[in-house]
């Protein structure tokens, strides 16, 4: 066995890391064990990547800073995966808090990006400070796609010949994507009337997405550098009412 053209020897301990690494390979990793799956069977990543945000805030606060830290949890389809990682997120801000004497406000809310999370989001908003619609995802989900293999291999002819009217990872599909992004909003507002919502994704700078997002009453879009000013002017015509 060789690891980055080195020889193994037989009995290295390390042997055992890598039986268990190739335990978990999967067929399909779009679905797999990602996002908030993965913090629920090894807890130790996400306590690591909340420990170090923490600490991060810590230094910048000793500093006289003024960071502002939000935790997104992706991948979430139940309420029940949210309610675990969060009490796994709060118990190291409390560790952090018992070390250093502070105080920390730091909201936990999640990704909305599968149908299920959209579709139950009355109950995941009774948990989450927050929603952002990973569009990207949500799209790919909805319409069961690999955003990466249809551009390659058909998704230009689907295009051409009409069977999609335009590209759906670049134009927000508001009959089908955006409709469980309004049941999202709805039922999340009903069940917590302080839910911060937003969107991030390619979409986030399309003029026609950003003109539906503003729609829906979304209170911040996120999107590539590149495309950060066009999207400042789709946001602006919107609101006016002009585009």
């Not at 049941?183 to 937003?198: H, V």
Request: with cysteine; aromatic share 6%; proline share 6%.
């Amino acid at each position: 066995m060789t690891r980055l053209g080195l020889p193994v020897p037989p009995d290295s301990p390390s042997d055992g890391n890598v039986a268990q690494v190739a335990r978990w390979e999967e067929v399909n990793p779009m679905l797999g064990l990602s996002g908030v799956r993965l913090g629920l069977m090894f807890d130790e990543i996400y306590r690591m990547q909340a420990r170090a945000a923490v600490n991060a805030v810590t230094r910048r606060l000793e500093a006289d800073g003024n960071p502002v830290l939000e935790i997104m949890i992706p991948l979430v389809a139940t309420v029940e995966e949210l309610r675990r990682m969060k009490v796994v997120v709060e118990e190291e801000i409390a560790m952090a808090t018992a070390r250093t004497g502070r105080e920390y406000s730091i909201p936990i809310g999640t990704m909305i990006e599968l149908p299920r999370a959209a579709l139950t989001a009355g109950e995941i908003a009774e948990v989450a400070a927050f929603f952002s619609f990973g569009t990207n995802d949500l799209t790919q989900m909805t319409y069961g796609l690999s955003q990466d293999d249809a551009e390659e291999l058909f998704l230009k002819d689907y295009i051409d010949q009409r069977i999609f009217p335009s590209d759906p990872f670049q134009t927000l599909d508001q009959e089908g994507v955006g409709r469980l992004m309004r049941i999202a909003c709805r039922e999340g507002r009903a069940a917590n009337p302080d839910l911060t919502l937003g969107l991030c994704g390619e979409h986030g700078g399309d003029p026609d997405s950003i003109a539906f997002a503003h729609g829906l009453g979304l209170d911040y879009l996120s999107c590539s550098p590149p495309s950060v000013e066009g999207a400042r002017l789709a946001a602006a015509q919107a609101e006016l009412g002009v585009g």
